[in-house]
C-alpha cells in the first residue's frame, strides 16, 4: 500500500500566486486532515473531512480551501500566497472517528516569496 | 481546553546512553495520549499511544512512556539511542469527546540529536 501521497514535495510560490496541493490515500479511509508545521511549533490543523462531499475548518482555515469530491482525494488550495503560508504541510489520515491514530503523508514544502 | 508543553526544544545523548523526552499535558477530560517521531523530510510516524489501559506503554524500536495523572505528564525514554533515533518527536493530547474533529493537540516538538 502507498498509505497517504502528497504532491508535490517541494514548490516555491510567489506572492498572490495560488496553487494546489495534492493528497490521496488508498486505504478507504473516511477521515482527512491537512495540517501546516512551522519551525518550533507543533502541527496546526487547518481543515479536514469526516466523508466524501464533507468539509470543515480547523484552527488556521484562513487562506485555504479544500474539497473532497472522492474518498481517496483531498486537495487544498492556497489563493493569493502570501509569505505567511511557507510552512511545511501535512495531510493524514484515520478509518474511523474512535480511531485516533493518523497515518500522515510526507510532507510538501511551500515556501512564498 | 487542552494544552501540551515538551519541556525541552533539543536534547543531545550520546549513542548508548538513555533518553528522555519530557511532556506535560493538560486536558477537561480523560485523554489519549501519543508520540510520534518525525524523521527528516519524513511524514510522521506513531510511536505509542496511551488510551486509558495500562500505564506504562511500550512502543516501536525500544521506546516506551509512562502515564502519570497526578503528575499530568507523559515521558518518553529509551534505555539506549541509537543513531537512528536522531529525529524530532512530538507529544500528542486528544479530546476524546470530539474524537470526529480530530481535535489532536501536539507540542512544539523535541529535536534529538545522537552523538557517536
Known amino acids: 500500500n502507498a498509505g497517504v501521497t502528497q504532491t508535490p514535495k517541494f514548490r516555491i510560490l510567489k506572492i498572490g500566486q495560488s496553487m494546489t496541493l495534492q493528497c490521496a490515500q488508498d486505504m478507504n479511509h473516511n477521515y482527512m486532515y491537512w495540517y501546516r508545521q512551522d519551525p518550533g511549533m507543533g502541527l496546526k490543523l487547518i481543515y479536514y473531512?469526516?466523508?466524501?462531499?464533507?468539509?470543515d475548518k480547523g484552527e488556521v482555515p484562513n487562506g485555504y480551501n479544500v474539497s473532497r469530491s472522492t474518498t481517496e482525494d483531498f486537495p487544498l488550495r492556497l489563493e493569493l500566497a502570501a509569505p505567511s503560508q511557507t510552512s511545511v504541510y501535512f495531510c493524514?489520515?484515520?478509518?474511523?472517528?474512535?480511531?485516533?491514530?493518523?497515518?500522515f503523508g510526507a510532507g510538501s514544502r511551500l515556501t512564498v516569496l | 481546553a487542552q494544552s501540551v508543553t515538551q519541556l525541552d526544544s533539543h536534547v543531545s545523548v550520546s549513542e548508548g546512553t538513555p533518553v528522555l523526552l519530557r511532556c506535560n499535558y493538560s486536558s477537561s477530560y480523560s485523554p489519549s495520549l501519543f508520540w510520534y517521531v518525525q524523521h527528516p523530510n519524513k511524514g510522521l510516524q506513531l510511536l505509542l499511544k496511551?488510551?486509558?489501559?495500562?500505564?506504562l506503554v511500550k512502543g516501536i524500536n525500544g521506546f516506551e512512556a509512562e502515564f502519570k495523572k497526578s503528575e499530568t505528564s507523559f515521558h518518553l525514554t529509551k534505555p539506549s539511542a541509537h543513531m537512528s533515533d536522531a529525529a524530532e518527536y512530538f507529544c500528542v493530547v486528544s479530546d476524546p469527546i470530539k474524537a470526529a474533529g480530530n481535535k489532536l493537540t501536539f507540542g512544539g516538538g523535541t529535536r534529538v540529536l545522537v552523538k557517536p
Open positions: 473531512s469526516v466523508g466524501a462531499g464533507i468539509t
Open positions: 496511551y488510551t486509558s489501559a495500562a500505564t
Open positions: 493524514a489520515s484515520k478509518p474511523v472517528p474512535g480511531a485516533n491514530v493518523l497515518t
